[in-house]
């Protein structure tokens, strides 16, 4: 389905961003996979090569460097030529009330939510602009439709994704350009355990009550699967998606039920 295109995957170590890349692989997309955890990120690059036969090129990047950030875009023009899919990830803000976050806080969350896809996506856009074709997805969060108490910051800065998408939508269709959003809820990942952890702090529940109580919540009775994200990224990525742009796509068993 993607045999000889060159895809991006950030924050693909692990969780959902390792299931994104492996699902890719397994289609034939050429990789260029980064993270900051150099060890960790070159094992998932190894396990992907071993499993899928797919080129994998690993980059240590941080998502909050400009820096490191345009070196991820230059790997794999260097490496593939260019880069026909941005699958945008990112690792977690801080979680927190209002009240307990600190300005700090803000000002990195926005450059980890918001100013590293801007970065990303403009390094990427020449290469893409100049095929007239190309794909751009963004996984952001549930959060964009149904508010988290204790994710403060997802909550607040992912929003400003779901304008991204929209307006790049629109100015970038005459090249042949298509860009969406996926929306996961809960995934097996660490960043879920995290938030239970949270969760189980401020109620006074045991962990394992906790983790249970959110599966409960999910009509389809339990979480994602970090490679059924991947899934949905591999068909907007294909030319079966062909006529699929500017949209905000849900992926959460059915948990945010409005409209």
Do not use: H
């Not at 397994?26 to 899928?52: C, H, K, Q």
């Not at 964009?144 to 992912?158: A, C, E, F």
């Not at 999910?218 to 068909?235: N, S, W």
């Amino acid at each position: 389905m993607l045999k000889g295109k060159t895809a991006i995957v950030t924050a693909a170590s692990r969780g959902i961003g390792r299931g994104v890349a492996r699902v890719l692989a397994r289609e034939g997309a050429n990789l260029v996979i980064a993270s900051r955890d150099l060890e960790r990120l070159s094992r998932t690059a190894s396990e992907i090569r071993s499993e899928f036969g797919a080129e994998v090129v690993p980059v240590q990047a941080d998502l909050t460097k400009r820096a490191d950030v345009a070196k991820i875009v230059e790997t794999a023009a260097r490496s593939f030529g260019g880069v026909d899919i941005l699958v945008y990830n990112t690792g977690p803000p801080k979680p927190g009330t209002f009240m307990e976050l600190t300005e700090e806080d803000w000002d990195y969350a926005v450059r980890l939510l918001l100013m590293s896809a801007v970065w990303l996506t403009k390094d990427a856009l020449p290469y893409m602009i100049e095929k007239r074709q190309g794909r751009i997805i963004y996984i952001t969060s549930l959060t964009l439709k149904r508010p988290l108490p204790n994710l403060t910051l997802s909550n607040v800065i992912r929003l400003s994704i779901a304008g991204l998408v929209k307006t790049l939508a629109y100015q970038l269709a005459q090249y042949n350009i298509l860009v969406n959003g996926v929306l996961q809820g809960y995934v097996e990942t660490e960043r879920v355990l995290e938030v239970a952890r949270d969760r189980a702090v401020r109620e006074g529940k045991p962990l394992d009550d906790v983790l249970r109580a959110m599966a409960g919540e999910i009509p389809l009775g339990r979480m994602a699967k970090p490679e059924e994200i991947g899934e949905l990224v591999a068909f907007l990525a294909s030319e079966r998606a062909s006529y699929i742009t500017g949209s905000l796509i849900s992926i959460d068993g059915g948990y945010v039920q409005c409209i």
